[in-house]
């Protein structure tokens, strides 16, 4: 009996193992397994959810959130695809990105795992920031859209479409918008667009483009890495977790 209890009791914590100055989180949601990372300088030190690109969690994100460890805030890197699953091809980052743009209340619940689970690791939720990079950034909106009650919404060369049924009326918190001009995937149609339905919800909001800046623009070591607006808009982020989070 004893032993069935352990068991029981553990399997609602999340998972940890060390994975750099991180841990390796698992959690599930709605019985499904996913692996995030969680890092922090402190324990009362204000979260940052950041949510992936269409790779999964990979490498990158998790140099993101050390970088952010670096500046004082706690780091939860969710995992939007499930445990293992990092696509490489084209089709398959297009077959697990559209699943969840086709099923947004997935989506909204696979964030709200994240958060919980991050929570559940010690986590200040109740000061918390969501920022991603290309499909998570179109994620970050969507969690906006839905209410999420969290102080800051943040997105990096990301999907900025809203999609039809779906408003800014129930969304709180100050947004980030940072967009290469030279983004040919999401045009600067969509940039204005964006900005007009933030004005129009009255959502205090900063958005910038960066000259020349294709899609992309912030990751490390592709053919789409701009260093001069990579560092600009990384300074930009600082700032307004500075001015939004810091106590």
């Avoid at 950041?50 to 993101?64: A, P």
């Amino acid at each position: 009996m004893i032993r069935a209890l352990l068991v029981a009791l553990l399997a609602t914590v999340p998972a940890l193992c060390l994975a750099g100055t991180g841990q390796s989180a698992e959690y599930s949601v709605n019985n499904q397994s996913y692996e995030g990372y969680f890092v922090t300088p402190a324990p009362d030190a204000p979260l940052v959810l950041l949510l992936h690109d269409w790779d999964g969690l990979t490498d990158y994100e998790i140099q993101r959130a050390d970088m952010l460890a670096g500046m004082g805030y706690a780091v939860f890197a969710a995992d939007l695809f499930g445990k293992g699953v990092r696509p490489t091809t084209v089709e398959d980052k297009r077959q697990h990105t559209g699943e969840l743009y086709q099923d947004r209340d997935k989506l909204r619940a696979l964030m709200q795992g994240a958060l919980r689970s991050a929570r559940g690791l010690g986590a200040d939720t109740d000061h918390a920031v969501a920022m991603g990079y290309c499909f998570g950034g179109a994620a970050v909106l969507e969690l906006a859209r839905s209410g999420a009650d969290l102080e800051g919404f943040v997105t990096f060369h990301g999907g900025l479409s809203t999609p039809e049924g779906q408003d800014y009326s129930k969304a709180k918190g100050r947004y980030l918008i940072q967009h290469g001009t030279a983004d040919g995937h999401i045009t600067m149609d969509h940039f204005g667009a964006l900005a007009n339905e933030l004005e129009s919800a009255g959502l205090p909001h900063t958005m910038t483009t960066y000259g020349g800046a294709p899609h992309a623009f912030t990751v490390f070591g592709q053919d789409s890495y701009r260093e001069q607006a990579d560092e600009s808009s990384w300074a930009a982020f600082g700032r307004f977790l500075d001015a939004t989070l810091k106590r």
